[in-house]
T-cell receptor, first 114, second 115 residues
Framework: ETGVTQTPRHLVMGMTNKKSLKCEQH?????MYWYKQSAKKPLELMFV???????ENNSVPSRFSPECPNSSHLFLHLHTLQPEDSALYLC?????????????FGSGTRLTVV | QKEVEQNSGPLSVPEGAIASLNCTYS??????FFWYRQYSGKSPELIMF????GDKEDGRFTAQLNKASQYVSLLIRDSQPSDSATYLC???????????????FGQGTILTVHP
């Protein structure tokens, strides 16, 4: 596989469920990101990981818990979500966080919280 | 002032016309500038990047950069209905005193090309 792969593509979960989103990049990049995009709203940066270390957390509620075991994999663990958390969750990667070469996005996970 | 600013639109142009998308940014130290296209419900796709002042052409797309005016634009010639999408401007910005920077996205401009 090439590029940035996200699974699952679609997820419906209840407010009491626990689920995880997975992202894997095959580009040899060192930085990975989680973005949230609600309907008709701009991209919201959630978390930044650089060489497996979290370098940015944009005041994201604790019901979202990221995990980066290595530079190629990124997870977003979800628990006790709210309906307003329904959105497209995008993973991205880049060679370095400065964005010199741009970010490559995965296809996203469409999350619906019921 | 937002770090990266775009008119949200929608911008509506007839098929075959030139679509002009504009973006301004606040960080004078920015070095890299990108245009992403995002179809409804899909992820952003990189379509152009530019690092130096002037124009850069790729097929029907031309990116224009003016660092003195802190302005970057995207021109789409011979616009097609398939160009209808949201176009995101992205600029690398310094992260407020930290040793690393980041890519900052504008809110996007919705483009509609009508037959």
């Amino acid at each position: 596989e090439t590029g940035v792969t996200q699974t699952p593509r679609h997820l419906v979960m209840g407010m009491t469920n626990k689920k995880s989103l997975k992202c894997e990049q095959h580009l040899g990049h060192n930085a990975m990101y989680w973005y949230k995009q609600s309907a008709k709203k701009p991209l919201e940066l959630m978390f930044v990981y650089n060489f497996k270390e979290q370098t940015e957390n944009n005041s994201v509620p604790s019901r979202f818990s990221p995990e980066c075991p290595n530079s190629s994999h990124l997870f977003l663990h979800l628990h006790t979500l709210q309906p307003e958390d329904s959105a497209l969750y995008l993973c991205a990667s880049s060679q370095e966080t400065g964005g010199r070469d741009g970010y490559t996005f995965g296809s996203g996970t469409r999350l619906t919280v019921v | 002032q937002k770090e990266v600013e775009q008119n949200s639109g929608p911008l509506s142009v007839p098929e075959g016309a030139i679509a002009s998308l504009n973006c301004t940014y606040s960080d004078r130290g920015s070095q890299s500038f990108f245009w992403y296209r995002q179809y409804s419900g899909k992820s952003p796709e990189l379509i152009m990047f530019i690092y130096s002042n002037g124009d850069k052409e790729d097929g029907r797309f031309t990116a224009q950069l003016n660092k003195a005016s802190q302005y970057v634009s995207l021109l789409i010639r011979d616009s097609q209905p398939s160009d209808s999408a949201t176009y995101l401007c992205a600029v690398n910005t310094r992260a407020g005193g930290t040793s690393y920077g980041k890519l900052t996205f504008g809110q996007g401009t919705i483009l509609t090309v009508h037959p």
